[in-house]
């Protein structure tokens, strides 16, 4: 009998410490030097790449390799703007239908080629361009023509009066050269390659981790914090414990998972407030959730403060409609909606919903039953939606939940109720409810599907949002808005539940962390305490 | 020895059975109700087994997640025996290049890692319980299939057939009242042997979340939980499921291997594995 | 995949009998690397035949998070341009054209090329398999031995009785376990991930961040492995030639290195060619679990985004894979084992 034993494992040990040895010669993600003072590493949720301004990349301005015309102020409260590439704040004609604006001189792209007004029409027109496909064309069609006046004045040309034009100039210039031949945004070599003018440029990318290194040219000072690294770590667990163990200086977690690190020593809980808010849409074509007592008596049944205090942690606003207390003179304190299930019952029974024998009501043979789908890896939607359910139940309304991927929850998103996030462009009333609540996304084919998913319909509030977009008078525009929110509560067409805090965890260090800023929905490390880190300092 | 072994696995197995279907329908619990202020508590008086992340008692939670892995379970098993039977009593009895055909099949089949292929199926028609079993059953048939066709390999050539055929019983008789039934205990030892790995499967699927949707209780979903509530502290979300879990199979396997021990001598190619 | 039956019967005779017998292992050999083609077939076939009945959008998993915000008309225009509205079957033909000129296609889920995503990705799966299957290996031998030569004593007894309790468990379960003791609760090591955030792939990083994964891999692995072990064992104590080796005095060690542990081998590799399949699954959970970025935790996350181009590798190559590895252990028992034959 032939031994050989010896020869199996000797084999399969030689194996296993060459691949060893071959794989730690040749790093397959291999950089330079780490735990580097002047650097920062970060872990995001949000996948890596993609970073083409045209395909509506950093369309609020957080992108680190670009710059748009104007950027953020921070500070808590509403931001204001200031010129970035733009030499001074733009200016309108008298009816918002033209705007001009003058550029800054001396500013190149990382690849050497200067900033001139061709670049920013090639951009703005990029975007327009339906050979682009660019998921933010529809966003921008106010826009009409872009043009440039000479080689630092640009004039944007309206379709129509609209007043808050500068939230449009928020997303990052490339250079025209890249945009030369037109095609798919989603394909152009800038989404993994960027061409800036921005803070940082990205130097290294592979699927799990980015790299980006300061800009010792910038125009506006060259940041201190010399290397960034973001990794892309999806689960929200995995980033916690990469956290623990110390491994990252910060990262974003959902709220609870956030609050345990708030008694940790040299770890520090930050909450950020947002416009992000969270809620249900009623499609009007669905029998229970569009009759309009029903819809009424949900907002009264839902208990958006213990939602806030058990699911966020306390992280998070009562929310009533889509406009949250932050933007003062818009926001109308009157409309919202009192916790009163008592009065939500008294509503359905009035109206013919008549409470059955196994706590369920129906009116008319119609049961008092629909389904809300909720995208099934978001635990904070999970639990939302399980606790409304709960509510709902509570007063004879049953509801079932199905965790459902996007595709699948997009053909029905007209028939089932839906648990959506809102708040991409928060910086102004018009970009935050406009989409959400105007009855003439019900038109098939009229935006994205999901804009006015509850084919809501309310003559006041469309006429409200109208006035809001057109005119230049602050006054005017929050009184519209103001009008537009008591129209809304009195005949509502969602269960807007809450506005979110975003949470965020980061190391404690010497550096001086950036001030507050309102946050969009995406909530990546671009935002939280990292917002505006070109302009940290080491403090005290 | 293989009979005191049985018993006992029997008996884990009743008591776990009992836990699954009595719990949910006495304590009458409506998992749609939520109580976010009660969640993540340790275990306690009030609640055996703690709460999960949305303040349900997991005693009652656990037991609900118990019934519905096994119930699917239990299905895929039957589905994947009932393939596994009509696939080798046909390779069986036909012979020739069709059993020689199916057997190169099911080696093929065999050759696939079964939770790959699994995986594929149900990412592929997401969030349907249909698409789980079949998933399941659809890789998990060959062995039956096997045991079966060296089952009717064997009683073919028994005398109690020769005789049947002798006294003139037609090859339908034969195959419907002797062949067949006679596979019955084999098919019932794989359908209690396939359910441990019925029940590994779809809690690693749903833990993949391929499965079942996340707010309903199965062992799978309550371990993908546990994932998280592990972080924020709670170590019992982890332990009472997979606890369970254990108990469950290997109280099945060591049950399904004692049967196997009783109803079949052993035989010289099985004692080598 | 297992063809192979002891047979207690036949003899061996030297000389000629090895010359044919060379030539059945070697025919055995062909006529399984043959099969191997049509079964890739099918299954490839099958998948992007699977794949075109599903309800699934491959728009989701190329859109992501703006899924939501893109307009009906733009993602039109996108699943025009990628070709997501093609018959299955002239998707299926442009991947196999493209396998064989050596364009694997790009990785929707990874935004890279599949051939840079496996070069990037299958050296760290090889080095935890790998490793893995080596302790799994020596262990059970080791341990399998020890517990079958003293058969019904305390370590029989705790081992036989952790390996079946361990059967019970997936393979993520222990993962997640592992981590929440050694990593979570006493901090030993890290949780996640190749290196410490950021860091270089040096050899400590790595082995630092390979213990557990590692350990939890192994341990998943080795019940089956350990069990068939000291049943082999158990079972040839028994055997005419042990007896008559102890009745001549040798001593137990030696009885044992030298006459049971060689019939112990031949259903021993068996046994690692039957679970092949099986550590390939435990390595996609562990991967998963502990973020390692190898090319199994691959097929988790191009499975979920339905992302053709690598799902249909990684399909392939596990097949693939799964079929040589069980080949070669066929061989290897075929080699150990003259009285097994070789008509798999």
């Known amino acids: ?540 | 020895m293989a009979e005191r072994r049985f018993k006992i696995a029997l008996g884990v197995l009743i008591f776990v059975a009992l836990y699954a279907a009595l719990v949910p329908w006495l304590a009458d619990v409506d998992d749609r109700v939520t109580e976010f202020s009660a969640a993540r508590l340790a275990p306690s008086f009030d609640h055996p087994f703690g709460t999960d992340s949305a303040g349900r008692d997991l005693f009652v939670r656990i037991a609900a997640g118990i019934r519905t892995s096994l119930l699917i379970a239990l299905a895929c098993a039957l589905l994947a025996t009932v393939i596994g039977v009509a696939v080798g009593t046909t390779a069986g009895l036909v012979g020739g290049w069709v059993d020689r055909f199916v057997m190169r099949g099911t080696d093929a089949v065999n050759a696939l890692p079964h939770l790959l292929l699994g995986i594929v199926i149900v990412a592929m028609f997401r969030g349907s319980i249909a698409a789980i079993v079949l998933s399941i059953a659809l890789t998990h048939w060959t062995q039956v299939a096997r045991i079966i066709r060296s089952e009717i390999l064997s009683l073919r050539e028994r005398p109690y057939i020769d005789a049947a055929i002798l006294a003139g019983a037609s090859r339908r008789h034969v195959i419907m009242r002797h062949l067949v039934p006679a596979t019955a205990p084999q098919a019932l030892i794989a359908v209690v042997l396939l359910l441990p790995h019925a029940v590994w499967h779809e809690s690693t699927l749903s833990f993949l979340g391929f499965g079942l949707p996340p707010h309903k209780p199965s062992l799978g979903t309550l371990l993908e939980e546990a994932r998280s509530s592990l972080l924020l502290g709670g170590w019992w979300t982890l332990v009472f499921p997979a606890a369970v879990l254990v108990i469950a199979t290997v109280a099945v396997a060591v049950a399904g291997s004692a049967l196997r021990s009783m109803l079949t001598p052993p035989r010289p190619s099985e004692l080598r594995l | 995949m297992t063809a192979v039956d002891v047979r207690a019967d036949t003899r061996p005779t030297q000389g000629h009998r090895d010359n044919s017998r060379r030539k059945a292992i070697l025919t055995m050999v062909g006529r399984r690397v043959l099969f191997i083609v049509p079964v890739i077939v099918v299954v490839s076939a099958g998948l992007f035949a699977a794949a075109a009945i599903s309800p699934f959008d491959p728009l989701v998993g190329y859109l992501g998070t703006r899924y939501m915000t893109t307009s009906d008309a733009d993602k039109a225009l996108i699943a025009d341009q990628m070709g997501f509205d093609n018959p299955w079957y002239s998707t299926y033909w442009n991947w196999l054209q493209g396998v064989f000129t050596g364009d694997l296609g790009i990785s929707r889920s990874f935004n890279q090329p599949v051939s840079q995503v496996i070069s990037e990705r299958l050296p760290w799966t090889l080095l935890l398999v790998g490793i893995s299957l080596l302790i799994a290996i020596l262990a059970s031998l080791a341990l399998g031995v020890l517990a079958g030569i003293r058969s019904g004593g305390i370590l029989d007894k705790t081992v036989s009785g952790l390996s079946v309790v361990i059967q019970g468990l997936p393979p993520f379960v222990l993962s997640l376990g592992a981590i929440a003791l050694f990593a979570l609760s006493l901090g030993w090591l890290p949780v996640a991930g190749l290196t410490d955030g950021g860091a270089h792939p040096t050899p400590g990083q790595v082995i630092r961040h390979l213990v557990l994964p590692v350990t939890v891999l192994a341990i998943s692995q080795m019940p089956w492995l350990l069990l068939a072990v000291r049943e082999s064992v158990v079972g040839s104590k028994s055997e005419g030639f042990v007896a008559g080796a102890v009745a001549r005095g040798i001593p137990t060690p030696t009885i044992t290195k030298r006459h049971i542990l060689p019939t112990s081998l031949a259903p021993f590799v068996n046994i690692v060619g039957v679970r092949l399949p099986e550590l390939i699954v435990g390595a996609v959970l562990v991967e998963e679990v502990f973020s390692w970025p190898g090319i199994a935790g691959a097929i988790v996350s191009s499975a979920r985004d339905l992302d053709m181009a690598l799902l249909a590798f990684l399909t392939v190559g596990t097949t693939l894979t799964v079929m040589l590895g069980s080949l070669l252990a066929d061989v290897l028992v075929a080699v150990l084992d003259p009285r097994v034959s070789t008509d798999g």
């Open chain 1, 1 to 540: 009998m032939k031994l050989h034993k010896p020869g199996v494992l000797t084999l399969t040990a030689t194996a296993a410490i060459g691949a060893l040895l071959i794989t730690s010669c040749s790093s397959p993600t291999g950089t330079d030097s780490s735990g580097n003072d002047n650097g920062l590493v970060l872990a995001d949720g949000y996948e890596l790449g993609g970073y083409n301004p045209v395909a509506g990349f950093g369309a609020a301005g957080e992108a680190k390799m670009y710059d748009g015309l104007v950027r953020l102020t921070g500070g808590t409260g509403m931001p204001g703007f200031e010129p970035s590439l733009a030499a001074e704040m733009p200016t309108a004609n008298t009816d918002a239908t033209v705007w001009t604006v003058k550029l800054r001189d001396g500013v190149t792209f990382s690849d050497g080629s200067t900033f001139d007004a061709a670049d920013v029409v090639a951009t703005y027109k990029a975007i327009l361009d339906p050979a682009s496909a660019s998921e933010a064309r529809s966003s921008y069609d106010m826009i009409s023509d872009v043009v440039a006046v000479d080689d630092s004045t640009v004039e944007f040309r309206l379709a129509y009066s609209y007043a808050p034009l500068l939230t449009k100039m928020l997303i990052g210039m490339v250079p025209s050269e890249s945009l030369a031949t037109p095609g798919l945004a989603a394909e152009s070599p800038l989404n993994t390659a960027p061409v800036g003018t921005g803070p940082y440029t990205l130097v290294d990318l592979s699927p799990d981790r980015a790299v980006f290194e300061a800009n010792e040219n910038y125009w506006d000072g060259a940041p201190e914090i010399k290397k960034l690294t973001l990794l892309y770590v999806p689960d929200d667990n995995t980033r916690a414990q990469r956290m623990v163990s110390g491994e990252i200086d910060g990262t974003n977690l959902p709220p609870l998972l956030a609050n345990t690190f708030s008694g940790k020593d040299n770890m520090s809980v930050t909450a950020h407030q947002s416009a992000d808010w969270r809620g249900l849409s009623l499609p009007t074509n669905n029998p229970v959730a569009g009759d309009k007592a029903v819809r009424m008596a949900l907002n009264l049944a839902a208990n958006r403060q213990s939602m806030i205090d058990n699911v966020l942690g306390g992280h998070g606003r009562v929310a009533a409609t889509p406009i949250p207390e932050v933007y003062g003179d818009s926001y109308n304190p009157n409309a919202t909606f009192a916790y009163d299930p008592t009065e939500a019952e008294r509503i359905l029974t009035e109206a013919g919903w008549i409470e059955g024998a196994d706590g369920i009501r129906s009116k008319n043979g119609q049961r008092a039953q629909f389904t809300i789908m909720y995208n099934s890896v978001d635990t904070v939607r999970r639990d939302l939606a399980q606790a409304f359910a709960s509510d709902a139940l509570a007063v004879g309304i049953e509801v079932d939940l199905e965790a459902l991927s996007w595709d699948r929850i997009d053909p029905r998103i007209n028939q089932d109720s839906t648990l959506l996030g809102g708040g991409d462009e928060p910086f102004d009333p018009d970009t935050q409810a406009y989409d959400a609540l105007n009855s003439k996304y019900i038109a098939p084919g009229v935006g994205s599907i999901y804009d006015n998913a509850s084919d809501y319909s309310n003559p006041a509030v469309d006429a409200g949002l109208e006035v809001g977009r057109r005119s230049l008078d602050q006054a005017t525009r929050d009184a519209a808005y103001r009008d537009v929110q008591q129209a809304y509560v009195e005949d509502p067409g969602f269960v807007i539940l809450v506005f979110l805090d975003h949470t965020y965890v980061s190391k404690d260090s010497d550096w001086q962390m950036s001030g507050p800023v309102l946050e969009p929905h995406s909530h990546g490390v671009t935002w939280g305490p990292w917002w505006s880190l070109q302009t940290w300092a080491r403090g005290q």
